[in-house]
Nanobody, 125 residues
Framework: QVQLAESGGGLVQAGGSLRLSCAAS????????MGWFRQAPGKEREFVAA????????DYADSVKGRFTISRDNAKNTVVLQMNSLKPEDTAVYYCARTSGYASRWREVSLYDYWGQGTQVTVSS
Protein backbone atom coordinates (compact mmCIF):
# COMPACT_ATOMS: atom_id res chain seq x y z
CA GLN A 1 0.00 0.00 0.00
CA VAL A 2 1.38 3.36 -1.07
CA GLN A 3 0.58 6.22 1.27
CA LEU A 4 0.95 9.91 0.55
CA ALA A 5 0.63 12.50 3.29
CA GLU A 6 0.44 16.24 2.67
CA SER A 7 1.35 18.86 5.24
CA GLY A 8 1.99 22.58 5.44
CA GLY A 9 -1.41 24.02 4.65
CA GLY A 10 -2.91 26.86 6.60
CA LEU A 11 -4.30 30.38 6.56
CA VAL A 12 -2.27 33.18 5.00
CA GLN A 13 -2.90 36.69 3.76
CA ALA A 14 -2.84 37.55 0.08
CA GLY A 15 0.73 38.02 -1.08
CA GLY A 16 2.07 35.57 1.46
CA SER A 17 3.74 32.20 1.05
CA LEU A 18 3.22 28.60 2.06
CA ARG A 19 5.34 25.50 1.60
CA LEU A 20 3.45 22.24 1.13
CA SER A 21 5.17 18.91 1.59
CA CYS A 22 4.12 15.42 0.55
CA ALA A 23 5.73 12.42 2.21
CA ALA A 24 5.51 9.10 0.40
CA SER A 25 5.88 5.60 1.77
CA UNK A 26 7.69 2.77 0.03
CA UNK A 27 10.93 2.36 -1.87
CA UNK A 28 9.75 3.11 -5.41
CA UNK A 29 9.16 6.84 -5.03
CA UNK A 30 11.78 7.68 -7.64
CA UNK A 31 10.03 5.49 -10.24
CA UNK A 32 7.05 7.82 -10.57
CA UNK A 33 6.22 11.33 -11.56
CA MET A 34 4.41 13.33 -8.88
CA GLY A 35 1.76 15.97 -9.21
CA TRP A 36 -0.13 18.54 -7.17
CA PHE A 37 -3.82 19.19 -7.72
CA ARG A 38 -6.29 21.42 -5.95
CA GLN A 39 -10.03 21.51 -5.49
CA ALA A 40 -12.11 24.45 -4.35
CA PRO A 41 -15.75 24.20 -3.19
CA GLY A 42 -18.08 23.78 -6.15
CA LYS A 43 -15.23 23.25 -8.60
CA GLU A 44 -13.61 20.25 -10.23
CA ARG A 45 -10.19 19.08 -9.20
CA GLU A 46 -7.61 20.96 -11.24
CA PHE A 47 -3.98 20.44 -12.12
CA VAL A 48 -1.43 22.65 -10.39
CA ALA A 49 2.05 21.26 -11.07
CA ALA A 50 3.95 18.05 -11.71
CA UNK A 51 7.54 16.82 -11.72
CA UNK A 52 9.22 13.85 -13.38
CA UNK A 53 11.02 10.98 -11.69
CA UNK A 54 14.43 12.55 -11.56
CA UNK A 55 13.22 16.07 -10.82
CA UNK A 56 14.66 17.60 -13.97
CA UNK A 57 11.41 18.36 -15.77
CA UNK A 58 8.37 20.23 -14.46
CA ASP A 59 5.05 21.54 -15.68
CA TYR A 60 2.72 24.16 -14.22
CA ALA A 61 -0.80 25.36 -14.73
CA ASP A 62 -0.90 28.82 -16.28
CA SER A 63 -2.66 30.16 -13.20
CA VAL A 64 0.33 29.41 -10.94
CA LYS A 65 3.27 29.73 -13.31
CA GLY A 66 5.88 32.08 -11.94
CA ARG A 67 4.45 31.90 -8.41
CA PHE A 68 4.65 28.21 -7.49
CA THR A 69 7.64 25.87 -7.63
CA ILE A 70 7.52 22.08 -7.45
CA SER A 71 10.56 20.09 -6.37
CA ARG A 72 11.40 16.66 -5.02
CA ASP A 73 13.99 14.95 -2.86
CA ASN A 74 14.07 11.28 -3.78
CA ALA A 75 16.42 10.44 -0.92
CA LYS A 76 13.73 11.62 1.51
CA ASN A 77 10.69 10.45 -0.48
CA THR A 78 9.23 13.93 -0.52
CA VAL A 79 7.79 16.35 -3.04
CA VAL A 80 7.36 20.01 -2.22
CA LEU A 81 5.17 22.79 -3.57
CA GLN A 82 6.49 26.23 -2.70
CA MET A 83 3.70 28.77 -3.13
CA ASN A 84 4.51 32.47 -3.28
CA SER A 85 2.46 35.58 -4.00
CA LEU A 86 -0.68 33.76 -2.96
CA LYS A 87 -4.06 35.01 -4.11
CA PRO A 88 -7.55 34.41 -2.68
CA GLU A 89 -8.35 32.30 -5.75
CA ASP A 90 -5.63 29.87 -4.67
CA THR A 91 -7.86 28.83 -1.77
CA ALA A 92 -8.52 25.10 -2.07
CA VAL A 93 -7.68 21.69 -0.73
CA TYR A 94 -4.34 20.68 -2.20
CA TYR A 95 -3.55 17.06 -3.02
CA CYS A 96 -0.36 15.29 -4.03
CA ALA A 97 -0.62 12.26 -6.27
CA ARG A 98 1.46 9.65 -8.10
CA THR A 99 1.48 8.80 -11.79
CA SER A 100 3.39 6.67 -14.26
CA GLY A 101 1.95 8.65 -17.16
CA TYR A 102 3.79 10.64 -19.78
CA ALA A 103 4.36 14.32 -19.19
CA SER A 104 1.95 15.13 -22.01
CA ARG A 105 -0.86 13.63 -19.90
CA TRP A 106 0.09 14.93 -16.46
CA ARG A 107 -2.94 17.21 -16.39
CA GLU A 108 -5.36 14.26 -16.51
CA VAL A 109 -6.72 13.36 -13.09
CA SER A 110 -7.44 9.79 -14.21
CA LEU A 111 -3.76 9.03 -14.76
CA TYR A 112 -2.91 9.28 -11.05
CA ASP A 113 -3.24 6.06 -9.06
CA TYR A 114 -2.52 7.19 -5.49
CA TRP A 115 -3.62 10.35 -3.73
CA GLY A 116 -2.96 11.95 -0.40
CA GLN A 117 -5.72 13.05 1.94
CA GLY A 118 -5.30 16.72 1.08
CA THR A 119 -4.33 19.82 3.02
CA GLN A 120 -6.37 23.01 3.23
CA VAL A 121 -4.92 26.27 1.94
CA THR A 122 -6.88 29.43 2.68
CA VAL A 123 -5.77 32.81 1.38
CA SER A 124 -7.52 35.82 2.87
CA SER A 125 -7.88 39.23 1.25
Amino acid sequence: QVQLAESGGGLVQAGGSLRLSCAASGRTFDSYAMGWFRQAPGKEREFVAAINRGGGYTDYADSVKGRFTISRDNAKNTVVLQMNSLKPEDTAVYYCARTSGYASRWREVSLYDYWGQGTQVTVSS
